[in-house]
């Protein structure tokens, strides 16, 4: 039997003593990110952005009393040009014009309401231009999460197994990887995307996702995989050698256990933070497709299609005219897409700094 | 050495090789009838378009099809556009063929891709060599500031944006269309100004207004890429200005811009060169957006008609495309390895899978 302290030495509990207790990675990484005020501001940001695109688009419509697809020809001048910013115009979706020759509209039929346009109006059509970037950007958020989520579980999978078995199996692994590096992204998209649209481009999950979401969402995340898959190969191969998973290996450890209590958890982090560039990148692809008219089909607005609005398509672009062009339609869209894209890329950045375990901050 | 070089020209045939085996497989998933091109779908007999079948060779079975197409495109024969493809009574074809309308392609997005590139350098190195001798000054965080902000903007936004403003409503420089390096003959012009229809703009060219019309472009290329290679010769600079052959020239008594330019920055660059080259890949899917935007009929536009006319799918104009896209990629990669292993002989031995690893950045 011990004795309890024999040389009555004045004891304190564990209470008093103020031991440094050993902090969690994700503490010390949260921490690290409130240090960082730029790539903080942006996480607020982008915090704010999916608020707005995801409650916040429908609450707004009820607010000002319609939808993205409404149409408001009050709000295109008699001469085509869309209004500008902060329009109030007739909640009417016919004109009551009867003179074809007349210099403006005529006013509707007493009894028609008001309705605020904040953006003004999108087009010749006359839809609210704010709802739709609204709309749109819930689109192109959906796209690129969706195809980020879904590259990065494409990429988790061949990695893990590339670098967790080594030998043939990563052979063969990391020879396909290299041959869908090699695809030119940008020309595979447009063409699946221009010249298919049946099946899968039609599934919307019982109105969940807009059409053509999903199959942008495979199609971009069935390209992108590779990246993913080689952090998660190198992050494995390296982990594989060293002690604790020998040790797990030595008490009768299952692989499955392995690579779930002792794997996983090391390459969450990085994932986390490769995610957030990768819908970045994502943004941009979708941008691009869409506008190349092999994305986002009208009228389901995105932020591609608002950018081709005022440019038109390829195969008819819309002339020029100086009296029909409404700036604000340009703008808009690509404001809206530069500053979530750089939202991402700071914070992913940070995100990488600040959950990176040799990092000094 | 030599190993080296087969090796990679025999992965990058396999490449190419899958490439267009998988460029044919979409074809043949594709709901649109070839026969559109030759016969009116919804009106025509049975017969006809049995026929029309039989002229474009695609009532034979696919893999007979891509036999044929490999044979001919071995032999330099690209086939005929089928979107100008017509038949003459004998059954000899007529049409624009893929070839020539593929080397006129190759050649705007070159000069766009090569011009973008040189305006590229000729900001990023000065801008990236002064701020790495003034770290922290002004034009230093200026600098990445404007770089972190370009790398987040997409080449549409300012293509579409440079368009509007300075092309459209400034009336600065021309908004869309290209010009032909060389001169068009007065023939030319008069059978556009006879025979083409209203509106058609007059064929241009020379040197002057090739470059005139392609400055838009030129800045939306470069203005993607600039943030990326200022940051690289930033950082080589920076790692270079302390190395003690750099002390040695000061200590000589060389001057200051002399040191920068001939010591420092000859050897900061040699990286860059190699990029260039890499990121070839990239450069042909953003050429892709900015000739749809500015109307040049480059590579990337002339694909993007292809698919999307009436009847889609042009697949002579497709595969031609993807090929020459591919084996331009894939050359440009190969000159880029070489360089670097005139530079640095451990990469032969250090790794056998280059070309296929920066190929993977196309777009």
Known sequence: MAVSNPLRVPQFDAGELDTPRPQGQWRLAWRRLKRDRVAFGCGIFLVVLVFAVGPGAPLYGKLVGHGPNDFFPYAVSVALRPAGPFT??????????????????????????????????????????????????????????????????IGVVLGTLAGYYGGLVDAVISRFTDLVMAFPLLLFLVMIGSLFS?????????????????????????????????????????????????????????????????LFPHLLPPLLAYGTLLVATNIMIEVGVTFLQAGIKLPTASWGSLLAQTWGTILNPNPYNPATTQPWLTLCPSIAIFLTVFALNQFGEGLREATDPRSVR | MTAYVLRRLAVAVVLVWILSVVTFAIYLKVPADPAGFLVDIQHATPAAIAKAHHQLGTDRPAVVQYGHYVWRALHGDLGISWATIGFAPNGTPSGAPVG?????????????????????????????????????????????????????????????????????????????????????????????RRFAPTNTPVPCGGVGHWAWHLVLPWITFALFFVALYMRIIRARMLEVLEEPWVRTARAKGASEFRVIRAHALRNAIAPVVTMTAMDAGMAIGIAMYIETVFGLPGLGRTTILALAGQQGYDLPVILAVTLVAATAIIILNLVADLLLLAVDPTVARRTGRGVLRSVGRAA
């Open chain 1, 88 to 153: 109030v115009t007739w909640d009417t979706a016919e004109t009551a014009d009867s003179d074809p020759f007349a210099f403006t509209h005529k006013p509707p039929p007493k009894g028609t309401g008001k309705t605020l346009l904040l953006l003004g109006a999108d087009s010749q059509l006359g839809r609210d231009e704010f709802l739709r970037v609204l709309y749109g950007g819930r689109v192109s958020l959906e796209v690129a999460a969706g195809a980020a989520l879904f590259a990065i579980l």
């Open chain 1, 198 to 262: 049946y099946g899968i481009t039609r599934w919307t999950f019982g109105g969940l996702l807009n059409q053509g979401v999903f199959q942008l969402i495979v199609v971009i995340g069935a390209f992108t995989w590779f990246y993913p898959a080689r952090i998660v190969r190198g992050q494995i191969q390296s982990l594989r050698q060293r002690e604790f998973i020998e040790a797990a290996h030595m008490v009768g450890a299952r692989d499955s256990r392995i690579l779930r209590t002792h």
């Open chain 2, 100 to 192: 020539h309308m593929v080397w006129s392609a190759l050649l705007v997005t070159g000069s766009l891709a090569l011009g973008g590139f040189v305006l590229l350098l000729l900001v990023a190195v000065p801008l990236g060599a002064f701020a790495a001798t003034r770290p922290r000054s002004l034009v230093d965080r200026l600098s990445l500031g404007v770089s972190v902000a370009a790398i987040s903007t997409h080449p549409l936004v300012v293509g579409l944006l440079l368009q509007l403003f300075v092309g459209n409503r400034w009336h600065l420089l021309p908004a869309s269309g290209y010009c032909t390096v060389s001169r068009p003959s007065a023939a030319e012009i008069d059978a556009v």
